[in-house]
């Protein structure tokens, strides 16, 4: 016969202790009063196992004194709540919430924030040292990632990195930040200026500037000594070093190659030299010297140009140098002729 051990505590009528066959059952409230405080709960094929259950809300506590690791299971949403009010809230699809409503994020966290609270601190424990935020994906297997890395400088420098580790044994920083000078480099750790560009290597675009609908961009290379220009990859202009700016002429960069007419020097009779003051200079008594872009465009169309934003006209002045080449060669077989009939005339 099978003996069952019941043992019941009754206060008016009603049994607020229980134990049968193991289970402890309690109906009220259970007060742990000092000295003796301390309740531990023992599964009961290990009394290095503990466990605690809620049955009607699927919540289990366990605690594995062999591994030190503590489980907290639920078929549900666990709340942490102080003050009435929820602190951590984590739903059954594994997202974590803190300081406001469920979001699709893994973890959310919701704070009015300012510069002395922030939503966010990390803090290096190791001294004058780098606090690193890394960004990693699965799987790791070539090491890479990124990070970013920053010092507040408490001892030295305050700097910040945006970091790129390509494989166990490489890694640079894409961008750096000086705070002290208020500089920013890219592909250069200590930056001498507000924005600072190093190029990887020879022959590439350092800076691209694009336009926003059509693709087509400038973008500028220091190749040497030269700052060489470029439109849509083609070379268009070189800033010299020492002496200034250069316009590409070679050859393979042309194409329909054709001489200029040798009537251009009445064209060029037609000109209106100017002197002027420009609107926007800062110093108004500057006197400028030039040509009026709606005089030019009615001789030399072709040299008066417009930006596609812009409603003003503008002049290619180079242009001028061939025109004005050309003109002077012309200019010069007529007087050449002219020579030629005065000493024909001197010679009778």
Known sequence: MKKILVFLLITAASYHLAYTQGN??????LHLVQPFSNISFYDSDSVQKGLISFENHALRIDNDLDSGDVD?????????ITGNTV?????DAGHAIMGGPATDARLALWHNSDSDKPTLELRETAGDDFTRLQFRSLPTVDDRFFSINANPGSAGEPKMHIYYQKNAVSGYNLISIDA???LVGIHKTSPEAHLHIKQRSAGEEALALENDTDGDKWSFEVAADDLLLYYNGSLVGTFDDAS????PSDQRLKHSICDLSDRILKKVMQLKPRAYYYNHTQNPQRKEYGFIAQEIQSIFPEIVGQMDESEYLMLKYTDFIPILTKAIQEQQRQIVVLQEKVEALTTR
């Not at 602190?87 to 739903?91: E, G, V």
């Not at 200034?244 to 316009?247: I, L, N, P, Q, T």
């Open 72 to 80: 907290i299971s639920s078929e549900d949403q666990i709340r942490l």
């Open 244 to 247: 200034g700016s250069y316009s």
């Open 180 to 182: 002290d000078d208020r």
């Open 24 to 29: 402890v059952e309690i109906d009220g409230t």
């Open 87 to 91: 602190r951590l809230q984590i739903d």
